[in-house]
Every structure is written in C-alpha cells, then in structure tokens.
C-alpha cells in the first residue's frame, strides 16, 4: 500500500483541500486511471459509439465487506456493470462514489480499491469519475460504494419486460443463492466450515452473445435483493403474463442448498451477483440455451420455465410431485444489506 | 405524504419485497415520474443528441439534512447537474440511490422528494433511474443521496482546466461562501438570527448562455469543497500558470461576511452551491461577464483576476492595500459535511 501520512481515514481526507488531494493522488488514481479521470475535472467527457445510452445506478452497503468470493469493491463494479448490461447495452464506463467513515483503515480502502480495479478490468471497463465523502465516527459503517454506469444499446436490441408473451421460455445462466448465502454464512460465522462463495461477476460478456444469438431476445434481468422469485414476479406483473417454473430445473450448489436448509432460507428468494435471467421466444430458446452455456460464467444454465397466458402476474412452481404452488413476492425482513 | 403502513424507514422497505415496492410506488416515483424511470428497469435508456457524454458523480451527505436556503434534495440535484455542466453540456439525465437508516422519518424523505422534484423540475432534468438501501440504525446519519448525471457536450466546446495561459480573465458569476455559511450557522444554532442561505441552484442555464457568449472559453468549475481558492490553485496547478486575484473584488454578502468573520474562517475557501468560476481569453472577458450579470444568478457576477505567466502554479491575493499574499490550499479540517 502506497504510504500516507495516516493509516486510518481523516475527516480531513473528505474536506476537498491538501489531505483530500494525497488520498486521491496516491490511493485512488492509481488503481483507477483512465484518461478521463486523470484530468480531474468534476465529469468525464466521453466519446462513445452512436445508440441509446443505457445508464444505471446502484449504492452498495453490504456487511461484511470482505466475504467468501468477493468484497464490497468487485461487488459494487460487477454490480452496476450488470444493471447497464441487461438492457442489452455494451458497457462503457463507471462512476464511483465513496462514502468513508472517520477511522476506516487505509489499508482496507486499498484492498476495496485493488478489487474495484481488477473487476473493471475484467469487465472491460473504465471508472471515469468519482467522489469521495468522509463522514465521522459513527456516521456511516466504514464503507460505502456508489457506482454508476454507462453504456450503449445496439440499434436493433430492444428489450423490456413488459414485452413477455405465453410460450416464451424463461432461461437462467446459473446456480441460485450463490452470492446470498456467501454473506450469510459469512455473517453467521459459518463460513469457515462451508465451500459457499459469491458468484459475483460481470455478465457483459454474456449478454453480447446473448444478443447475438437471440434476434428476438424480449428481456434480461440480473435477480439480486430478493432473488429469482422477485425478478419473475416483476415480469409477471409487467407483462400481465403468468410464469410456470420447473421445478426439477431450479441448480442450487448442495453447499448451498445445505445453507438454506440450515438457515430455513428459500434459494429463489437470495440475491444473486453473476447470473441473469433471460426471456425468449420458444423458437431461439435452445440458441439462447447453448450461448450461456458457450460462456465460462454460464456452464450450469437452465430452461428455468416458460410463460403463460393463464394467471396474469402470478409465479408458479411445479415441484414435479405433488401440487403446483405460488411463488409469490418476498414479505418482510429478507436478508439486509446483502449488496 | 401518502399514505404508507408505517412512519419511519423499516429495514425491509429495502430488502427487494413488497415493502421495497410499496415505498417506491406510493412515495418515490411519484415525485420522479419520466419515461424511462416509470418503467422500473434496472437501468434507463436514453436517447440522447449526437456528441461526447459528459458523466459526473457526487453523494451527498450533508448535515443538517435541511439548512436555511435548501437540504440535502434540491443540493443533491443542483450539485450533480453543475458539475455536468461544467464541461459546457446541456445536462438531461439524473440519477439518484439513496442510503436511508432505518428509523428516518418518512415525513422528511418525503419533502426531500418534494425538493428533489422540484430542483429537478427548475433545471430542466430528467430523473430516469434509482436506487434504494436502507441499512440499521447507526448504520448510517439518516440519509445519503447519490446522484450521477449524464448530459451532452456541444461540438465546439473543449473545456480544461490544464488550458489557462497568461492574459486570460478570471470571472466569478456571484458571492461567495453564502453555501457553506448556512450549513455552519445551521449546525451552530445561529441560523435564527441571521439572514445567511444556501446559493444552491442549477447553473447549466447560464453556462448555456456562457458556451454561446464566449466561443473561447477556457474552463468553468463550480467552487464547492474547498471553495474558491481551491478551484484557483486546481486551475493554476493544471495549467502551470500563476493566478492573480484582485481583493477589492471578492464578493461577500454582509452577513455572509459577519459569520465568517465571528467563525474565523475566510469566504475563499468556504464551499458554493450556486457559483461558478470561468476563464476566458481578455477579449471575451467583457461578453462573458455581460452573459452572467445578464442571467438571474449572475447578477454579482466580477471579474475575480487575471491568469499571468509568472509564479506558476501559485494564486496570490492583491487585497488593494499592503503586501500581496499567497491564497494556498486549505490544510486539515475545513468543514466537513457541508454537501
């Protein structure tokens, strides 16, 4: 870690005068150079191809900071990555927001910084711009990380989930309750004992060959809070369709089945942080299957279920013995602070 | 304020669930109501005029959340569109992630909503995506307020701060410190007898009008953290210039100027909301103070100094009587939590 005059975040490191000017020199850009945000003005200039600018945001407060697979770091650049990607849209560039409180170690900021730099890289992104707040003791719990993306939507890419129709089929790039059941376990001090790590990842890359493979793709969605039940729900309720899941269907890793049951936890309803679901016509559900399975983050995907006309914006699961039940939105107390 | 089952943020109002969708329903969108946000995806997409995208961040943490002349709403959409429109773009698009603790009042998260809507309203900007956290009580002092923006560069503006050359003007469209005096006069209980507010306001009005009067214009920056003198010496370290400021015209309003005063602190390095500072060559100087002084926030507006070829890097004061002093970078703790 580059030396400072301190090991912990300063009041001062935040009040935009000398200390500000060292943190953000020697900590900050140097992780994060780009040749927009070298320039230090208050806003990058972009030039970007012609298209729609798909543009997202996203604050990231999870507790722990640090957990098995990931950080609050690649979590928030991967995170906002993702919100970009689902429109369909080639991610371009990130904005970065810090809130730091009074105290946090230095040292911990330039792990979080390490993280963030290397999943940009990964990603094939730039942090452009940012800011950095710092708040006294007690004001905030160490950290937290605003990112904000852009990126821009192919001329013939027009997805929305309102646009669900019956016959679709419902894909899903993954195992389920990966990321969720990492801060759990980690939160409840069983992760030592258990092989759960997040699945926080980019899925840009995905989805260009996704749109690729799929002419008719009608929408994608990334099932963070409150997991795969309320994404399908949010699709349901927007496209006035009803949703029939498989139930045979649904990946779960068994370490992680394992923690759900331990925690009495449905995976449908955990956050996940690398996996996306996606809706297209039954025509191109097979080349939609195999591109996600084509792409090292999709080897486990599935057709999750398929969309139907009969109960509009209700979720329905067949277990594949006994009945069929409702998959219904999340109520209540589900798993805070979990991005 | 509509109606909701409960007065206070609950953790779950941003677990992802139904109590998620019941505070942005009834409360949020309401007050954000565009195209792209109304659609509820995760990201918005945009369809922008052709040119280079400017893209700015900033989170805002204020303290106290309301102060004589604004709080935290309308400063979070004014903040985010000036330092879009420093680059000299005509901002369209904001967006806004909130970290509220649980426990805040939804009473006042919803005339913060009110304030946003309004702000956004009077600068002619789109709100068109969000995000919600809530963390646990001591998680974090009532409420953040993120706000990224993206706007759009006219072809024949290249604004940068390293472009300063010997000669040019230095122009400053009002009074200083009026912002950051409110804020501390709030927080020290002296608000009531005193008649300091907040400049914050929008100012991609005039820096429209200013592109148009002067087609040299260097450089613009609004003068916040750190206030005017830091902007200064960020110019004169950019561009390898010395800048020199004429004492006789720094504008304080009075009372302004008693409150720094009884407080010791000095108006150049106290943070603005509602100001910007421009650098034009001299033969526009004269055409881009009329465009402020013409403009209704530009009404105080002087020209500050002049950019000289000597003491490069280096802002001096003349204060009209006895020896010209350094203006250097604030050192330590210069009010922190002031936007």
Redesign the interface.
């Known amino acids: 870690m580059p030396l400072l005059d301190h090991d912990t975040v300063?009041?001062?490191h935040?009040?935009?005068?000398?200390?500000?000017?060292d943190l953000i020199d020697k900590l900050i850009l140097p992780r994060f150079h780009s040749a927009e945000l070298d320039?230090?003005?208050?806003?990058?200039?972009?030039?970007?191809p012609?298209g729609?600018?798909?543009?997202?945001?996203?604050?990231?407060?999870v507790?722990p900071l640090f957990f098995p697979g990931g950080d609050i770091g690649d979590l928030a650049v991967n995170g906002t990555v993702n919100?970009?990607a689902?429109?369909g849209?080639q991610v371009h560039?990130l904005?970065?927001?810090?809130?730091l409180e009074e105290g946090f170690p230095l040292a911990d900021l330039h792990r979080i910084l390490c993280s963030m730099e290397a999943a940009a890289a990964k990603a094939g992104v730039r942090i452009?711009?940012?800011?950095t707040?710092?708040?006294?003791r007690?004001?905030?719990?160490r950290i937290?990380v605003?990112t904000?993306g852009?990126g821009v939507?192919p001329a013939d890419v027009n997805l929305?989930?309102?646009s669900l129709a019956g016959g679709d089929v419902v894909l899903l790039s993954g195992t389920l309750a990966d990321h969720g059941m990492a801060v759990m376990t980690a939160r409840e001090g069983l992760s030592f004992r258990s092989s759960v790590r997040s699945d926080t990842a980019a899925l840009n890359g995905m989805v260009h060959d996704l749109v690729t493979a799929c002419p008719g793709l009608k929408t994608l969605?990334?099932p963070?809070?409150?997991?795969a039940a309320?994404t399908l729900n949010?699709f349901a309720a927007?496209s006035k369709v009803g949703i029939k899941l498989d139930g045979a269907q649904i990946p779960v890793k068994p370490d992680v089945a394992g923690a759900c049951e331990i925690l009495g936890i449905d995976p449908l309803y955990v956050?996940n942080e690398g996996k996306l679901i996606a809706v297209v016509p039954a025509a191109e559900a097979e080349a939609g299957l195999a591109a996600m399975i084509a792409h090292p983050l999709g080897t486990d995907a599935v057709m999750l279920g398929r969309v139907v006309a009969d109960h509009p914006g209700v979720v329905t699961l067949d277990p594949g013995f006994g009945a069929e039940r409702i998959v219904d939105?999340?109520?209540?107390?589900?798993?805070?602070?979990i991005c």
Chains 1, 2 share one sequence.
């Open positions: 300063q009041l001062a935040g009040a935009g005068g000398r200390l500000s000017a320039k230090l003005e208050d806003q990058a200039v972009l030039t970007l012609p729609r600018v798909a543009f997202s945001t996203d604050t990231f407060v507790s919100d970009v689902m429109s849209a560039a904005s970065v927001g810090f809130v452009v711009t940012g800011d707040k710092v708040v006294g007690g004001s905030c719990d937290f605003n904000s852009v939507v929305s989930a309102s969605r990334d963070t809070r409150g997991g309320t949010e927007s956050a939105m999340p109520v209540g107390k589900q798993l805070p602070r």
